[in-house]
């Protein structure tokens, strides 16, 4: 009898095992359903914040950037008059104060375009020595004032021609020299530039691994300066977001602490490594860093090329009776760009609306060279008014230069631009010489030079 119970219990205790197997898959499954509703959740309210971060930041682009144009437009041309050392002096002040807030906006803007990973390397062929002859001349007045000595040393085996993104490149060096300069109370700052071979870089501490390669090559950038120093300790922190050295520095010398966080992040994107190098405070400091840049395969194609505008050709000329009709539904933005073509010599007519802007075209053989357009208007916007102008002047010899006048930072707005047949893209806020500068490319090109689109 024991062995036949036996017998009779286990299928029973079979059954009930497998009871037991199914009803915690079935829990686990529907625990399982549970977090993947959650997770779904929490992807959409990610989305969604993101999206209105976006959408906020866009508007607060354009907001900001609007009354930024008449500060920086007016004190530009405020600066071209007669006026005492005393005002003269405030009036730098202002433009200054003025760069400084527009730069800091496009910082705030790469951070978030780089963290949300929608920030895309512009790949081109771009004169090397050249960009940083120009980086050494935004900089050398800048660095006189506080008598400071500032040496660019290019190695002689320096390629004349790179395919990389010249404006993130020239964005990273201006940050770095402009860190080195703006912590130096005295003495100088020097800019080595050279090659590097990639077998000399690996550092497993920073998962640094360049190849070697036929189609690339790897740039060293190494910026000393005899400025305030680092304690060594602080370093590693000084490429996070709004972080100084010390509380000391914030207060001596200003700044939001983004410029190097920036730098790392389109390093990165350039897939090199970079890195600051310090023996204490009051000691100087060396920030050094590598970027893997594109060999040209026509580099003959290049040289009748210029990348960058040499200023001294654009300086002090003006255009006498040359025809611009601006066109912007905000009044302060037309007082501002009118002024501004007004003191360059153009014969300037200003509407307010895209249909304004048709008929002025349309009227009594008005033949105007050049039209700036904004692009967010009410209505008729720039893109379909620029669209309407081409249909108007089939032959391209014939109808004026179209140039949008935005705000806006984003890709999509200059792609959309290019596609109707603008021929540039000017972005606000703009100086008078800012301005000197795109009718010169407009006038000898036909079209305006990437390197004045961003501030």
Not at 83 to 112: F, H, K
Not at 120 to 134: D, G, K, T, V
């Amino acid at each position: 009898m024991p062995g036949l119970l036996s017998i009779h219990k286990t299928p029973v205790a079979v059954a009930l095992s497998h009871a037991a197997i199914l009803e915690e898959s079935m829990r686990a499954r529907d625990l399982l359903m549970e977090q993947n509703v959650a997770l779904e959740l929490a992807r959409q309210e990610a989305e969604t914040a993101i999206r209105a971060r976006n959408d906020f930041l866009a508007v607060m682009n354009h907001e900001m950037r609007t009354p930024m144009h008449a500060i920086i437009a007016l004190s530009s041309l405020l600066q071209e008059t007669e006026l005492t050392p005393e005002q003269r002096s405030m009036v730098e002040t202002i433009l200054r104060s003025s760069n400084l807030l527009a730069t800091l906006i496009n910082d705030v803007l790469d951070l978030s375009k780089l963290e949300d990973g929608s920030l895309e390397l512009n790949i081109r062929i771009f004169n090397l020595p050249s960009m940083f002859r120009e980086v050494h001349n935004l900089v050398k007045p800048i660095a006189s004032v506080k008598k400071l000595s500032v040496s660019t040393n290019l190695a002689s085996d320096l390629p004349e021609y790179a395919a990389g993104d010249d404006k993130r490149l020239m964005q990273t060096v201006l940050n770095v020299l402009g860190n080195a300069v703006k912590f130096s109370k005295e003495g100088s700052v020097s800019v080595t530039v050279l090659l590097e071979r990639p077998e000399s870089l690996r550092d497993p501490r920073a998962e640094f691994y360049p190849v070697h390669g036929d189609r690339h090559f790897y740039l060293r950038v190494q910026v000393k300066d005899t400025g305030a120093g680092i304690n060594p300790p602080d370093i590693p922190k000084l490429f996070s977001k709004f972080v100084h050295s010390d509380t000391m520095t914030t207060r001596n010398y200003g700044g939001t602490g983004l410029g190097l966080a920036i730098c790392k992040r389109f390093v990165n994107l350039m897939e090199g490594h970079i890195w600051l190098e310090s023996e204490g405070l009051g000691k100087g400091s060396t920030c050094i860093f590598i970027v893997k840049l594109g060999i040209p395969d026509h580099i003959h194609e290049m040289e009748h090329q210029s990348v960058f505008p040499i200023p001294s050709n654009s300086t002090r000329k003006d255009f006498p009776g040359l025809k611009v009709l601006v066109t912007d539904d905000n009044g302060v933005n037309r007082m501002v760009t009118r002024s501004l073509l007004a003191r360059l010599g153009c014969d300037v007519t200003v509407v307010d609306s895209g249909h304004e802007c048709l008929q002025a075209m349309s009227q009594a053989r008005q033949i105007f060279k050049v039209l700036f357009l904004d692009v967010c208007m009410p209505g008729m916007d720039g893109y379909e008014v620029a669209i309407r102008i081409r249909e108007m002047f089939p032959n391209r010899h014939e109808r004026p230069l179209l140039v949008a006048l935005t705000g806006s930072t984003d890709k999509a707005t200059k792609e959309k631009c290019i596609k109707v047949g603008m021929d540039g893209v000017l972005l606000k806020p703009v100086s008078l010489e800012k301005m000197r500068s795109v009718l010169v490319d407009l006038l000898e090109h036909g079209s305006v030079c990437d390197s004045i689109q961003r501030l």
